[in-house]
């Protein structure tokens, strides 16, 4: 089938290495517009739009895909279907119509939980055990289309978000191309979803990331992995902000009041509303990332100290 892609994050670029594999001929790709990035705030091609460019494939960054001009150009390159994946932006009913088998979006969760813009974040935010993917049809309500085709992948205690969703990308670029590969051959049926379970998944704020220690530590432990590597699990200390990796809860440890700091020999505990966690990886304001050990012990932190 002659394909337009439409997507923008790194998350894509296994989609987009499958389907240059597959015998689908790939004529261009849809992608949010360069946006400033860096200290310099230079304008930076999106990863779809750089992969694109590397290959000569022509590269479309329309502000919204409603600009009449996109929308004739889509119609020119009169492509038989727009695969999508986490392309950032609302298709309106008349776009959505071009092709002639729809545009058909490879999301990062098991539909209809986690709709939205953070599935893989939510789904281990919640504690969820198992995730996946669905390939579905991409229609004007938030991924509530009929589903082509899914796969299922275990949340392991240790995933962060970004450990997870590589992944689901790796697994979901062959689900994508098998779902194409079953539309050219007439053979795809797509179900609706059902009514029950429907959960979901708006995007992470950085206030969402502020570490609650308060929280049971299991809570704590799925808030920050949840939150790694974006927007990233954050916390205070002297009015300062710091930045944390995962940590892990342990079970025969003193007990801390909420945020409460201890310093041993070879770890951090800080203190939850049930046991303590052991702190991993710290990140100060304007300093590199250094283990929880290392940060201490600059530091010098006082007993009783609690971060907030």
Partial sequence: MRLVFAGTPEVTLPSLDAIAASSHELVAV???????????????????GAWADERGIEVLTPQRPREPEFQERLRELAPDCVPVVAYGALVPPPALAIPRHGWINLHFSLLPAWRGAAPVQHAVLH???????????????MDTGPVYGTLTERIRATDTSGDLLGRLATEGAGLLVAVL???EAGTARAHPQPADGVSMAPKITVDDARVRWDDPAFAVDRRIRACTPAPGAWTTLRGERLKLGPVRPVANAAALKPGELLVERTQVL?????????????????????????????????PGEQLQ
């Fill in 127 to 141: 504690g969820d055990e198992v995730t996946g993917a669905s390939v579905f049809e991409l229609e004007e309500g």
């Fill in 181 to 183: 590969d079953a539309i």
């Fill in 30 to 48: 849809v992608t949010r517009p360069d946006a400033p990035a860096g200290r310099g705030r230079r304008l930076v091609r999106s990863p779809a």
């Fill in 270 to 302: 800080a203190g939850t509303a049930t046991t303590p966690v052991i702190l991993g990886e710290v990140r100060a304001a304007g300093k590199k990332p250094m283990s929880a050990s290392d940060w201490a012990r600059g530091l010098r932190i006082n």
